[in-house]
T-cell receptor
Framework: AQSVTQPDIHITVSEGASLELRCNYS??????LFWYVQSPGQGLQLLLK??????LVQGIKGFEAEFKRSQSSFNLRKPSVHWSDAAEYFC????????????FGTGTRLTVIP | NAGVTQTPKFQVLKTGQSMTLQCAQD?????MSWYRQDPGMGLRLIHY???????DQGEVPNGYNVSRSTTEDFPLRLLSAAPSQTSVYFC?????????????FGQGTRLTVV
């Protein structure tokens, strides 16, 4: 079955530093892949999504992600982190069931220090 | 255009009590779902619906019931609350069940069972 793994539970970066959050997927064919962000006390919001084509995907808030089939990865990046980026980030993939239910990783909590 | 509306935002129940978490959407989305979010476990699917009159179980359905009598509403019922159901609950909708459609989330309901 399709699934994603986020190996980092918690990451701390300094404001202005670059960021990379890891996501590894398990999928038979070319997957659809999503990154969502959850600010404290809020619901999840879509950052970006990959379906096919260009392997570098641009999203909102200056985020991007790169699909690498050879590494089964879809890592999220941002060149310069802002304090407002502190949140929890989830990678997700549709499952192989008929309803394509979204399967979420366990999340990575990002702390930004001044 | 409110999107996905969940009520209540907070709830405290005693063990054995029942209650209904409400989810309403005004986007005419076919697909609706309920997730629970627990620390370190990401989001786990409870139940989902691909259209009015159609519901099915997700990963963790025990202790919960759902119904979908209209396109707009997808209530989640806790039959006899248990402390293990203490969690944050999210309703999510998608325009269709197709794998590349993004999910839209409500703000969540924080439930505590004592």
């Amino acid at each position: 079955a399709q699934s994603v793994t986020q190996p980092d539970i918690h990451i701390t970066v300094s404001e202005g530093a670059s960021l990379e959050l890891r996501c590894n997927y398990s999928y038979g064919a070319t997957p659809y892949l999503f990154w969502y962000v959850q600010s404290p006390g809020q619901g999840l919001q879509l950052l970006l999504k990959y379906f096919s084509g260009d392997t570098l995907v641009q999203g909102i808030k200056g985020f991007e992600a790169e699909f690498k089939r050879s590494q089964s990865s879809f890592n999220l990046r941002k060149p310069s982190v802002h304090w407002s980026d502190a949140a929890e980030y989830f990678c997700a993939v549709p499952t192989s069931t008929g309803a394509n239910n979204l399967f979420f990783g366990t999340g990575t909590r990002l702390t930004v220090i001044p | 255009n409110a999107g996905v509306t969940q009520t209540p935002k907070f709830q405290v129940l005693k063990t054995g009590q029942s209650m209904t978490l409400q989810c309403a959407q005004d986007m005419n989305h076919e697909y609706m779902s309920w997730y629970r979010q627990d620390p370190g476990m990401g989001l786990r699917l409870i139940h989902y619906s691909v259209g009015a009159g159609i519901t099915d179980q997700g990963e963790v359905p025990n202790g919960y019931n759902v119904s979908r009598s209209t396109t707009e509403d997808f209530p989640l019922r806790l039959l006899s609350a248990a402390p293990s159901q203490t969690s944050v609950y999210f309703c999510a909708t998608r325009r269709t069940r197709v794998g590349n459609t993004e999910a839209f989330f409500g703000q969540g309901t924080r439930l505590t069972v004592v």
